[in-house]
C-alpha cells in the first residue's frame, strides 16, 4: 500500500491543514451561509480565528484530550468549526443525527459518554436535558441559537458565542496549551467517531484516525481533480460519513469552500444560488428533482413542451456519449448544441447544476432512466460505492466509464477481493481502526490483515473490471424451491417507479414472493389531483382502488421484466400489499439514511405477512406510530391484498447444481 | 390615578412590569346594540393578556377599540400613562401597537418578503419621489428595514417562502406571515386576534412556541383573543373573560377556570 510515513507532506491532521489554508490562501472564502437572506462568508484566515477561539473556550470549560463532544444540528459553518476545533484540543469529535429521538441520542452519548454536547438549538438542547440523567458523565452544553433558551439553567449551559468570547479573553492563559495539544495530533490520532445506523442492532461507533480521513480526501480529490475552486453544498446530514469527508476531509485538504443553505427547506433555491461545481446527493434527490421538472413541463405551454421532449430525446440519443467523449456525428453535435442553449441550459440553470463539474450519488441504486437523464443533460453524474468503514470510499467510476448498473473500479490505493461466498471484502488506507468499545464485531468485520468484509455481495465484471452489486448478504437467500432470493434486485426495479417510495420484498424460503408497498404521497398525491381523486389522508390514498390497481399494473411489468433474467425468475411478486403507512425510522422501520430493516419490519407486520401468504383478501391491522417528538400513537386499517400475473417460468435446472 | 404598582412575576419566574395599557369603563354601541358594555381591565408591560369568551362576546370590538379601529361611545383608553385621545388606526400604530386579522388581511398578490416590509411602513421617512428614484438615503433606508425583516423571516422560520405569492400559501403559514409582519413594525403592544382559528394541532403548537418566543425574546406585551381554551390557558399570564359584552372575570389562568360565571357562560346554565 503506499502510505506516506510521515502524512501528507507533515499535514498530520485537520488542524495542521487549517493552518496551511490560513497562511497559503487565508483570503480565499472557506465557508459561507445564507442568513437573514444574505448568504454571508468567512476566509480561510477567519475561519482559524473563530476556530482558535473555540478551542481555547472548549480548554476554559475543561474539555481534556480524550473527551469526546457530541455535535448535534443541521450542516452550519459553526457546528463545522466546532468538529475541527474539538479536534485540535486534542478532543474526538462525534456528529449525531439531528432527527434522532432522545433515546436514541441517549444510546450514543452514553455509548461515547461524552463530557460535553454542541448543539444547534433549543429543540436539540431539550432532547439532550430529556435524557440527561441517563447520562453520568455529560457535564457541559453548548448551544448555537439562544432563541426560547433565556429561562433555561446556565450552570451547564453556555452560548456558543460566549465560549468563544471567554476563550478569546483566556487566550493569553491557553495558547500555548492549545498549540501543546495541536503539536501531539499525529496520523494515528482519532479525528472522527461517527454512528453507523445500522440495519440491525445497536448503532456502532466507528472510529477514524487522521490518517483515514487524509489520505482518503487526498485520493479521491487526485481522482476527480478537485482544486481550490470548487464549491459545494452541504446539506446531507453531518453525522454522515460522506458529510464529513467532503464537507471537512476534501475541504481541508483541497482548501474549497462549503456552501451551507438557510434552512432544510430551502435547499433546492440556496443550491440555485450556489451552482456547486461538485456535488453528492443520494438518489433520492435527483428522483424528485426529476419529477418536479415533469410535473412543471406538463403545466407548461404546448411549444415549450414540445421542444422540452424533442430535445430531451435528442439527448437521450447522443447526450451520454458527447459527455463520455465517445465519437459522434457532426449534424447530431450542431443539434445537440442547439438543444443546451434552448432547453438544457436553461433546464440545468434552474435545477442549480450549470456548474457541475463531477457529481455523484450513492446510498442506494439509482434508476437508469434517471441517471441517463442527468447525464444526457452533460451533467458528470457518477455513482460510487463506500461505507462508513472506509472512509467512503471503495469503488468509484472514472469520467469515460460511467453506466447505471456497476458501482465502478475500485478507488486508488483500494485493494478489492469477492470471497467464494460472494462477499465483498476491502483493504484500503481509509480502513477504520475500530467500532469503539466492541472488540467483537470489530474482529468479525476486519481480519489481522485489514480486509474488511463488507457484508455486500457482488461481482467483478469481466472485461471492464467494474464492480457490481447484487445485494446485501445475509438478505440474499434461496427460495423453498433453491432458486436464489435477491430481495434488493426487485425492490429497486420496482422503486424506479416514481409513484413507488419504498419496497419489502418477502419470500427467503418460501414457495413464492410477496411484497410490502409504500406510495409516494407527493406523487401519487399530484395525480390524485390531476385525475379528480379526492383523498383525505394518506391512508386513504394508499387504499385507493384506482391507486392499487396503477400499482398493480406496475409490479406485473417487473414481473415480465424479472423473468427474463435466468437467475432470478423465482422472485417474481406473486401478492402484494399497499401499506398504511409510510416506513419510517422514527418506529425502527428503516435506517436514519433510508434503508430498510427487514428482520424489524418482518416482526412488526408479522399479521400482515401470515395474511399475504395464506391467500385471504384483506387484512385487519393495528400499528404503533411513533411522532417526531417521541410520543407514541396507534393506526388501524383494513388493507386490500393484491394478486399480480406472473409469468410462468421453466423449472430450474440450475437449482439442482 | 393610574395604578402605578410594580407589576408581579409570573410562575416561569418572568417579571411583569407597570401597566402600559388601561381601559375604564368602556361602552361600545353600535345603533341600539350593545357590543361591549362598562368593562375595565389592564394590561402591563412584558405579559401575555388573554380576552377570551363566547361566540359574539364582543373580543373582537374590544380588540378594536384597543387597537383605535372603533372609538367607544363612553370610557377612556390610557396608553402608556396618558389618556389617548380619539386617533385614527394609523396613528395608534405609529405609538407602537401592531395586529393581526381574525381572517387575515395581507396582500394576497405580493410574495411574502414585499407583506412583511409593509409592516415596516413608520420607519420609512423618505418620500415617493426619493424612493422612485433610490437616492442614497431611500436606498439606506430599504437596507435597514429589510434587515430588521429579515430577522423577523428568520426568527419565525418563514425564509422559504420568502419570494413566495402570499395567494399560494396554506392558511397556517398566512397566519404567520401576518404574524411576521405585525413584528416588522417592532410593536410594544402586539395584537392577535384569534392567532390559531382554522388551524391543526401542529400549527397549533408551532404557533403558540412563537408567542411565547415573540414574548420572551424583544419582551413585547402580547394581548390576544383566542377561542381554543386549552391553548389560552397555556399562553397566557391573565385572562379577561367577557360574555354578552360584559366581563365576568378577570385573573390568573387558575382563577378564572375555577370562575363559576365562567363555568356558566362556557358549559350554559338552565334559565328556569
Known sequence: MAQTQSGAGGLQSLPALLHRNATQFGDAPAYREKEFGIWQSWTWAETAKEIEALALGLINLGVNEGDFVAIIGRNRPYLYWSMVAVQSVGAVPVP?????????????????????????????????????????????????????????????????????????????????????????????????????????GKPKGVVLSNRNVIESAKNSADFDHLTRGENILSYLPMAWVGDFIFSIGQAYWCGFCVNCPESQDTMMTDLREIGPTYFFAPPRVFETQLTNVMIRMEDAGALKRRMFHHFLGHAKKVGGDILDGNPVGFMDRLKYQLGNLLVYGPLKDTLGYSRIRVGYTAGEAIGPEIFDFYRSLGINLKQLYGQTEATVFITVQPDGEVRADTVGVPAPDVEIRIDDKGEIH?????????????????????????????????????????????????????????????????ENKLKFYPDILEVVLFGNGKDRCAAFINIDLTAVGNWAERNNIAYASYQELAGHPKVLASIQSHVEEVNRSVAADEMLSGCQVHRFVVLHKELDADDGEITRTRKVRRGFVEDKYDDIITALYDGSDTISTTTEVTYEDGRKGSISATLNIVDAAVVPVAQHKVAAE | MLDASEGYVTEDGRKIGGVVMEMKNITLRFGGVVAI??????????????????NGAGKSSMLNVISGFYVPQEGEVWFRGAKRPQMRPYEVARQGIARTFQNIALFEGMSVLDNVMTGRLNYMKTNIFQQALWMGKAEREETE??????????????????????????????????????????????LLDEPMAGMNVEEKEDMSRFILDVNDEFGTTIALIEHDMGVVMDLSDRVVVMDYGKKIGDGTPDEVRNNQEVIDAYLGVSHD
Not at chain 1, 467494474?466 to 432470493?485: P, Q, T, W
Not at chain 2, 358594555?37 to 363566547?54: L, V
Open chain 1, 96 to 200: 449525531v443525527y439531528q432527527d434522532a429521538v432522545a433515546e436514541e441520542m441517549a444510546y450514543v452519548l452514553g455509548h461515547c459518554g461524552a463530557r460535553f454536547v454542541i448543539a444547534s438549538d433549543q429543540e436539540q438542547v431539550d432532547k439532550v436535558i430529556e435524557v440527561q440523567d441517563e447520562l453520568h458523565q455529560l457535564e457541559h452544553v453548548l448551544y448555537l441559537d439562544p432563541r426560547g433558551l433565556r429561562k433555561y439553567d446556565h450552570h451547564t449551559l453556555h452560548q456558543y458565542s460566549h465560549v468563544q468570547d471567554q476563550g478569546r479573553a483566556a487566550r493569553d492563559e491557553w495558547i500555548t496549551d492549545l498549540q501543546d495539544r495541536q503539536a501531539k495530533l499525529t496520523y494515528e490520532s482519532t479525528c472522527v467517531m461517527l454512528y453507523t445506523s445500522g440495519t440491525t
Open chain 2, 37 to 54: 358594555k362598562d368593562i375595565s381591565f389592564d394590561i402591563r408591560e412584558g405579559e401575555i393578556r388573554a380576552i377570551i369568551g363566547p
Open chain 1, 426 to 490: 476491502y483493504r484500503s488506507p481509509g480502513v477504520f481502526v475500530e467500532y469503539y468499545k466492541n472488540p467483537e464485531s470489530t474482529a468479525s468485520t476486519k481480519d489481522a490483515e485489514g480486509w474488511v468484509a463488507t457484508g455486500d455481495a457482488g461481482f467483478i465484471e469481466e472485461g471492464s473490471g467494474h464492480l457490481r452489486i447484487i445485494d446485501r448478504a445475509k438478505d440474499v437467500g434461496k427460495m423453498a424451491n433453491g432458486s436464489m432470493f435477491a430481495p434488493k434486485y426487485v
Open chain 2, 145 to 190: 428595514n429589510r434587515e430588521m425583516v429579515e430577522k423577523v423571516i428568520d426568527f419565525l422560520e418563514i425564509q422559504h417562502i420568502r419570494k413566495t405569492p402570499v395567494a399560494r400559501l396554506p392558511y397556517g403559514l398566512k397566519k404567520r406571515v401576518e404574524l411576521a409582519r405585525a413584528l416588522a413594525a417592532e410593536p410594544k403592544l402586539l
